[in-house]
C-alpha cells in the first residue's frame, strides 16, 4: 500500500497491541478519517487473515457493556470482591447485617402519657385562613379521647361527631348546619337495624383489634350476601348497656333505604333464618363451636341476631343518636375499679388506639365524605371556600377576641374574625 503523507506529514507512531500479540504501527494524524492496513509501512499488506481488522477504531468511544438487571449488577460487583470473606457467611445474612439494619424492638407504648391526653383538650384552636375572602377562622381542637370528660360518652364530642358524619352521608355530603335540616334529611329514609351478637363464651377470641376486625367482616359478608348493593353504615360497640365490666362485642348494622320505594320493612322469617345461618357459618369459621343458625341441622346453641327497623323521620333519629354513642368516662372509672379491669383499660386504650368503630359499606364504601377528623375539611363544608391551616392560637386568646367582639360564631366550637380589607365590587 502507498503511503499519501509526506516525511513532513508523519509523527511518532503508537504501538497497540493486537489480541493475538505484536505490535502494530499507527501513524497519528489529526485528519485521519481511516485506519490503516496491519503492517503499514513495515512490512507486507493485510492478507484476508487478518483478524486485527475486527479491532475497534483507536479513535472511536468504547462500546458500553450490556446492561445487566440490577440484582445482577450488584451480584457480580459483590462476587469480584471479598470472596474470601463472603465464603464464611451467607449473601443473604451479610446483606442484612451489613446493608439493610432491621430493629427488632418496638417502642414501648406509655400508658400513663397516653391517659393524660386529655388534661391538654381544649386548650389550643386550629387557625385558619380563606383566601377568597381573606377571613380568619378559628375552631377549637379536642383530644378525642373516650375517657375525657369533654369528648367520651353521650352527648359529648366523639357522640356529636359521629352523628354529624352519619347526617352527612344522609345529606349527600352536605353537612348540615340546624335541627330542621336534620329532621329534613332524616325523613327521606327508612332503616333495616341488624344486631350481630357473639356467645359468651367465644367473646374472648375477639378481645383484640384483630378479633374485632373479623367480626366486623363476618357481619360485613352476611349483609352483602343477603342484600347486595345497600347503603349500609355499621357501629362496633364492646361492652353492653347493663354491664360495663364484661367485654361483649356487638355489631349493629343500618341499612338506609330511600323512602317512597315500596320497600317491605318485615322480613319474612325465611330471610331472617338465612341471615341467622350465614353469620352462625361465618363465627364457626372464626373458631366458635356448638352455635348454629336455625336452618342448619347441627347441634349447638342458636345464634342471637336481632332485627328491627324504622320508618319515621323520628326514629330513624332515634337509631343513629343510639347506635353512635361511644364509649365515656364512666366506663375507664368501672374498670379501674374492678380487680380485672386492667385488662379491659389495655384493649381500649392501646389495642385499639386509632380504631375505626363507625364503618360504611357497599354503596356507602367509597363515599367517604369525612375520612379523617381534619378540622380543615370540617371548616370548608361549613364556610363553603377552600381555607388552609396557618398556626395554632392559645384558647385564652381565643376568649379575650370573643370577649372584646372581634370573633363571632358560626359554628360548634367554630368562630370567624372578618377581613378588614375592603375589595372594590364590580358594579
Known amino acids: 500500500m502507498i503511503n499519501k503523507l509526506s516525511p513532513d506529514e508523519k509523527k511518532s507512531a503508537l504501538f497497540l497491541s493486537p489480541l493475538q500479540g505484536g505490535k502494530i504501527p499507527y501513524i497519528l494524524d489529526e485528519n485521519l478519517r481511516f485506519r490503516p492496513e496491519p503492517g503499514f509501512d513495515d512490512g507486507s499488506p493485510a492478507g484476508p487473515l487478518d483478524k486485527c481488522w475486527n479491532d475497534p477504531e483507536p479513535w472511536a468511544p468504547e462500546t458500553p457493556p450490556e446492561q445487566l438487571p440490577l440484582i445482577e449488577q450488584y451480584?457480580?460487583?459483590?462476587?469480584?470482591?471479598?470472596?474470601?470473606?463472603?465464603?464464611?457467611?451467607?449473601?443473604?445474612?451479610?446483606?442484612?447485617?451489613?446493608?439493610?439494619?432491621?430493629c427488632d424492638e418496638t417502642p414501648e407504648f406509655d400508658l400513663k402519657s397516653e391517659m393524660s391526653t386529655p388534661e391538654k383538650c381544649s386548650k389550643v384552636y386550629n387557625s385558619l385562613y380563606a383566601r377568597l375572602s381573606t377571613n380568619l377562622y378559628h375552631v377549637l381542637l379536642h383530644c378525642m379521647k373516650f375517657w375525657c370528660e369533654k369528648c367520651g360518652g353521650k352527648k359529648k364530642k366523639i357522640h356529636k361527631r359521629r352523628k354529624k358524619l352519619t347526617y352527612r352521608k344522609i345529606n349527600r355530603g352536605k353537612t348540615i348546619m340546624n335541627r330542621a335540616e336534620i329532621?329534613?334529611?332524616?325523613?327521606r329514609w327508612v332503616i333495616r337495624q341488624f344486631v350481630f351478637t357473639v356467645p359468651e363464651k367465644d367473646r374472648y377470641r375477639f378481645m383484640s383489634r384483630e378479633g374485632l376486625n373479623k367480626l366486623f367482616g363476618v357481619a360485613r359478608r352476611t349483609i352483602k350476601d343477603l342484600f347486595p348493593g345497600s347503603r349500609v353504615h355499621a357501629y362496633m360497640h364492646t361492652v353492653g348497656d347493663k354491664d360495663l365490666l364484661k367485654f361483649n362485642p356487638h355489631v349493629n348494622v343500618h341499612i338506609f333505604l330511600p323512602k317512597g320505594e315500596g320497600v317491605k320493612l318485615k322480613l319474612s322469617p325465611e330471610i331472617l333464618d338465612a341471615v341467622k345461618d350465614r353469620f352462625a357459618r361465618g363465627l364457626r369459621n372464626l373458631g366458635c363451636s356448638d352455635i348454629r343458625g336455625p336452618g342448619e341441622s347441627i347441634t349447638g346453641k342458636m345464634v342471637d341476631v336481632h332485627y328491627s327497623y324504622a320508618s319515621k323521620g323520628r326514629k330513624v333519629l332515634h337509631k343513629i343518636n343510639y347506635m353512635t354513642r361511644p364509649l365515656g368516662p364512666e366506663h375507664l372509672e368501672a374498670w379501674r375499679q374492678n380487680i380485672d379491669g386492667q385488662k379491659m383499660i389495655d384493649l381500649h386504650v392501646q389495642e385499639l388506639k386509632g380504631f375505626q368503630y363507625m364503618r360504611s359499606w357497599d354503596r356507602w364504601a367509597g363515599c367517604n365524605y369525612?375520612?379523617?377528623?381534619?378540622t380543615i375539611?370540617?371548616?370548608?363544608?361549613?364556610?363553603?371556600?377552600?381555607?388552609?391551616?396557618?398556626?395554632?392560637?392559645?384558647?385564652?386568646?381565643?376568649?379575650?377576641?370573643?370577649?372584646?367582639?372581634?370573633l363571632e360564631k358560626i359554628g360548634?366550637?367554630?368562630?370567624?374574625?372578618?377581613?378588614?380589607?375592603?375589595?372594590?365590587?364590580?358594579?
Open 75 to 102: 451480584i457480580n460487583d459483590i462476587s469480584d470482591l471479598g470472596r474470601d470473606e463472603w465464603l464464611q457467611e451467607s449473601y443473604l445474612e451479610h446483606l442484612t447485617q451489613t446493608h439493610i439494619p432491621i
Open 183 to 187: 329532621r329534613a334529611a332524616a325523613g
Open 370 to 374: 369525612y375520612d379523617t377528623e381534619s
Open 377 to 406: 375539611k370540617e371548616v370548608e363544608s361549613v364556610i363553603g371556600e377552600p381555607v388552609e391551616h396557618i398556626g395554632f392560637t392559645p384558647a385564652s386568646d381565643i376568649q379575650k377576641m370573643i370577649t372584646a367582639g372581634i
Open 412 to 427: 360548634e366550637d367554630l368562630y370567624m374574625q372578618r377581613s378588614k380589607v375592603k375589595r372594590n365590587r364590580s358594579p
